[in-house]
């Protein structure tokens, strides 16, 4: 029995070449295509369970894929891209990709990020009732959060942007999505404002706010809640 199906969709053979007996030791089927239209086409008929995707393909723009793909499918969609293409790597993950991973990369971090991509397929929307990580605590029904048993006194921007990343733990989050999401669609572009009030949350939250283990930096696209 496999843990999934794995779709990869890169036209660089060495590439495909690589993932497949990885992906395939570590435990997952693997099927690929080359191109964008071949990825669609394989989103569709073959069952995959995340679909790990190459931005730079031949016929079209992978942005453009995953805009199809979120037409009718919610598939988890995890994106290659090169270290130094943030402006496009923000642009898939607000189109609906649900994370990035930097080439080179290893099998370790990228199999770390399918778990927690299929780990959230079929989740409820709504958040769990409680989040516990590195000795901070959050009870999302009665709005309390404590660390190591002493409670936290959160501003409400605060608690709404730590809730917000705990959501989607595991994700990165983009700056946009957390601006427009916390304050609303006319502060989306204040970066700023942003991070002066992560810098005021990891405060609160992490036992090292200048080394932090629960609200980590994604350096210029967002942020990620990490739980493991």
Known sequence: MTLGRILVVDDEPQIRRFLRPALAAAGYDVIEAE??????KAAATSAPDVIILDLGLPDMDG???IANLRGWSTLPIIILSARDRETEKIAALDLGADDYIEKPFGIGEL?????????????????????????????????????????????????????????????VVTHRTLLTSVWGPAHGEDLHYLRVFIGQ????????????????????VGYRFVTE
Do not use: C, F, W
């Open 35 to 40: 191109n964008g239209a071949d990825a669609i």
């Open 201 to 220: 949350l990891r405060q609160k939250v992490e036992r090292d706010a200048a080394q932090p283990k629960i609200i980590q930096t994604e350096s210029g």
């Open 111 to 171: 199999t770390a990020r399918i778990r927690t991509a299929m780990r959230h397929v079929g989740k409820s929307e709504s958040l769990p009732s409680s989040i516990e990580v590195d000795g901070l605590s959050i009870d999302t029904q009665r709005r309390i959060v404590a660390r190591d048993g002493a409670s936290i006194k959160l501003t409400p921007k605060e608690y709404d942007l730590l809730t917000l990343l705990a959501h989607h733990a595991g994700r």
């Open 63 to 65: 942005k453009d894929v």
